[in-house]
């Protein structure tokens, strides 16, 4: 009886695989459509939508085909590229101090002792937060009224002005700060992975030949973590580009447009002034710029893994 039960079962898994093998495509169609709706249409209607004049309070919803002025527009824009140096410093400032301070982290917290757990579970606590909390929090601790930071840095002789976030020259300092404060567990969180794949062989071997500490992370631990490296940068660099929530609950683009970041202006164009067609224009522009990037961190990270 056991045994016709388990050929019974045999047969009925290798029909189900065969079933698998041969409607593969009828079983990813949902997953394929629900891409479709949520993901592709949104892409080719920016896309299409890029080429026209259209406001979104227009009632009549009419829509004036423009070309490639949309796009050509934006590079004469002055706000806009702005917006890109802007977003470029951002971007340049957040990912090069999390990646070195995210490493430090994960170095100094890399043991296994039960103090350890602890403190790394309450380092990750920033990163668990709504970015708009968070910009929400810094913004009042900016306060130059009330917020800590002004007063403790008045306590010491620095004159704040109208504090970190009213000052166009330490406005885009203040916002890296807050980024770096939010997303730098991340950031050790992906080194600590990295580290614990680490093999043992070569630092025994180093040991033996009696090299330091130092040496031993400059020459062994450095060129293993190069995989890491860039997957960190790939994905810190992608997510500074699409920064809006800090940017929105701490300065709006301002002073000025000291802090106004190519995504923020994305917003501004389109919900604020609904010109939606140069809005597309601009995303697409960001799209562009992301996607190439990504492209350049993937090449590199493939032939470090050759």
Known sequence: MFRITANRMRTKSRQSIFFIEKHYLLLLA????????IALY??????????????LTDP???????????????????????????????????????LMLGLG????????????????SWLIIPM??????????????YNVDFGVIPYYLKQLGVEMGRGPLGEIKLAMPAVILIDIWQWTPL??????????????DPYEAARVDGASRWQSFWHITL?????????VLLLRTMQGFKVFDIIYA?????????????????????MVFFKMGYAAALANILLVIVAILAILYIIVLERQQL
């Open 187 to 200: 950031v050790m969180i992906i080194f600590l992975a990295g580290l614990k794949s680490l093999p043992h």
């Open 250 to 270: 701490t300065t709006g683009g301002g002073p000025g447009t000291a802090t106004t970041v190519l995504n923020y202006h994305i917003y501004t164009v389109g």
């Open 105 to 120: 982290l994960a170095l100094l917290f890399a043991g296994e002792g039960r103090g350890m757990r602890t403190l790394r």
């Open 42 to 55: 949104p892409l080719f209607f920016s896309f299409y939508i890029s080429f026209f004049k259209y406001r």
């Open 128 to 141: 668990a937060l709504p970015s708009l909390v968070v910009g929400l929090v810094w913004k009042s601790l």
């Open 30 to 37: 949902p997953l394929l459509i629900f891409v479709a709706v």
């Open 60 to 98: 009549n919803q009419t829509r004036t085909f423009l070309g490639l002025a949309n796009y050509v527009n934006a590079f004469h824009d002055k706000v806009v590229l702005t917006a890109i140096r802007n977003t470029l410093v951002f971007v340049a400032g957040t990912v090069g101090i999390e």
């Open 223 to 231: 060129p293993l973590l190069k995989p890491t490296i860039l997957i």
